[in-house]
């Protein structure tokens, strides 16, 4: 017979709690009742019922038993012991393994006075243990990062597990004879599809699995940096690459070539994430690649993208009009393809027919019409531009202009009444003039047809929880391109730090961007046979503002570092 939670009677902290009148008697009884059944610590339960604030639950436990809080943001996680403790252990105990000196182990602990999570940590692991005092509230999202981690995972497998684990030899390793059912338990499979949840979660854009002589690494690009997340066994490689080529419909008999394929990842009934996926052959196997290709990130919506005010007004002016082309063109990895499909997702309206080709196409938007090119069999972006042409559309997304052949038939598409999107791989602006020009585009198509050019980079934001003011000399301001007024009006820059909310001090990426509109006077310049650097000169006495200059914008706004800036626009 279960005691009533009214005449239970109060540990330490709980009495602390009611005297300091942060905890009334009645909800003290309560919470100690729910944490006896739950089996969890009462300062978890504490914090999740919102019965006290998590910090003044550690200011109230440090008085009542002498230890100082440790803050777990000034903690360096990569330096965390891993693997020491039980999984189980540490979500049942709300306990986690901060750092190791010698014999003895420090954990992170909301209530230092619960002895028998250090008892039982002390079982697990042999190793004398010392609490630490932490907020609850920073200690359950460093456990769910920590347990999150691909690294502790494989290097936490068993040898047993290791054992279990059957790849067919070449003779056999057909890929319609490998059952989905016979892997879906082993700890490969649960390996592959955590890294992929994981890279999910924290926003990357790419997963690369790469093989060595003596090691196996796992890295992330996240906001246009790669990262390394995990070091699995090296014998695990090819049972590691196998599974992927299996999800990806690949042949994994066949190691000496290049190979494509696609996953598509179910989260929820009402979203998937795709994958695109490549293989290449490298001294010591496979190299394999993942795209990952996330639909919601193409509807953030302009405002969302980093566009200043006047940049948004022209590129949406340019959206406006019935006919024409707007060119797009940065690096790979710049943010070129959530532009236009920022664009197409203003159009997508009933009363238009839109029409798309692209290589492949990364984004599926219901009411567009999409096409992957496929030069195998003969369909390129040329031989797709005549089908849609034909197909009495309103607006033309071409992936993106390779070819002479390519760029002809889009600008005679955007003179005939066709509003027409496409990408080139320029530096700026004025250079996708002059490149157009230098694929044999005649110049009066040039000047007659493109409405609009917008260079993009895309910059890591700074995070807004720890950015800290930075004291930079005016000489070295002026160097960077501020302007005297600016300099002298004082300016405010700010570099990154790092917490546990964000990845080095930074957190998101914003669109840096040259939004060049075609005007009479870059017409005439156009015809006149202008080079770049005459067409750059005419930009500037536009008031178009380069790469350089809108990214010194944002950092006088505060978004992002020069440090940044000067990474992604210093040539």
Excluded: W
């Excluded at 009334?24 to 999740?48: G, Y």
């Excluded at 730090?497 to 017409?523: A, F």
Aim: proline share 5%; aromatic share 4%.
């Amino acid at each position: 017979m279960s005691t009533p939670a009214s005449s239970l009677p109060l540990s330490g902290l709980a009495r602390r709690l009611v005297q300091d009148g942060l905890l009334n008697e009645s909800d003290a009884n309560r919470a100690m009742e729910q944490a006896r059944k739950k089996r969890v610590p009462l300062v978890a339960c504490l914090v999740d019922e919102k019965l006290v604030n998590a910090r003044d639950l550690a200011q109230a436990a440090s008085e009542e038993f002498g230890t100082p809080v440790f803050d777990l943001e000034a903690l360096d996680r990569e330096h965390l012991p891993r693997n020491l403790v039980d999984e189980k252990l540490v979500r049942q105990h709300q306990a986690l393994p901060l750092y190791r000196r010698g014999n003895r182990l420090f954990v992170g602990l909301a209530d230092p006075m619960n002895l028998t999570a250090l008892d039982e940590i002390k079982f697990n692991t042999g190793i004398a243990t010392e609490p630490v005092l932490v907020e609850q509230d920073k200690l359950t999202r460093l456990i769910e990062d920590s347990l999150n981690d691909s690294r502790s995972m494989m290097e936490g497998l068993m040898d047993e597990d290791l054992d279990d684990l059957q790849l067919k030899s070449d003779e056999d390793d057909k890929g319609p004879e490998v059952s989905e059912s016979e892997l879906d338990d082993t700890p490969v499979v649960r390996f592959v599809n955590k890294v992929m949840l994981d890279a999910i979660n924290k926003k990357a854009s790419d997963i690369h699995f790469e093989p060595y002589e003596r090691e196996f690494r796992v890295r992330f690009r996240m906001d246009g940096v790669l990262t390394e997340v995990a070091h699995p066994p090296v014998n695990l490689a090819p049972r590691i690459i196998a599974r992927i080529k299996v999800l990806s419909r690949m042949d994994i008999s066949e190691r000496r070539i290049p190979q494509d394929g696609r996953i598509k990842m179910q989260l929820s009934r009402n979203r998937a994430i795709d994958f695109r996926v490549n293989t290449c052959p490298t001294l010591y196997g496979e190299k394999v690649v993942l795209r990952i290709l996330d639909p919601t990130s193409a509807f953030l919506g302009i405002d969302e993208l980093g566009y200043e005010p006047h940049q948004k007004e022209l590129y949406m002016n340019a959206l406006s009009k019935p006919y024409g082309m707007i060119l797009v063109t940065g690096p790979t990895g710049s943010g070129k393809t959530v532009s236009l499909y920022t664009g197409l997702g203003i159009l997508n309206t009933p009363d238009r027919n839109i029409s798309t080709a692209e290589d492949p196409a990364e984004i599926n938007m219901p009411g567009i019409n999409q096409v992957n090119v496929n030069t195998k069999v003969g369909l390129t972006f040329a031989s797709a531009l005549r089908a849609f042409l034909r197909q009495d559309p309103d607006v033309i997304m071409v992936g993106e202009i390779r070819d002479l052949e390519t760029a002809e038939i889009a600008i005679k598409a955007a003179q005939t009444g066709h509003l027409v999107l496409s990408t080139l791989h320029t530096n700026d602006a004025p250079q996708t003039l002059t490149r157009l020009a230098n694929m044999g585009v005649p110049a009066y198509n040039i000047a007659s047809s493109i409405l609009l050019i917008i260079a993009q980079r895309l910059a890591r934001r700074l995070c807004n929880h720890c950015k800290a003011p930075e004291e930079v000399p005016k000489e070295v301001l002026l160097e960077e391109g501020f302007t005297e007024e600016e300099v002298e009006q004082g300016i405010t820059l700010y570099k990154p730090v790092g917490c546990d909310r964000c990845t080095q001090g930074y957190k998101g990426r914003v669109g840096i961007y040259q939004v060049l509109p075609v005007s009479e006077s870059m017409q005439r310049l156009i015809l006149e046979g202008g080079n770049a650097m005459q067409l750059a000169e005419q930009a500037r006495s536009e008031g178009v503002d380069d790469l350089r200059r809108a990214g010194l914008l944002k950092v006088k706004a505060g978004i992002t570092s020069l440090e940044e800036i000067n990474r992604v626009t210093k040539d």
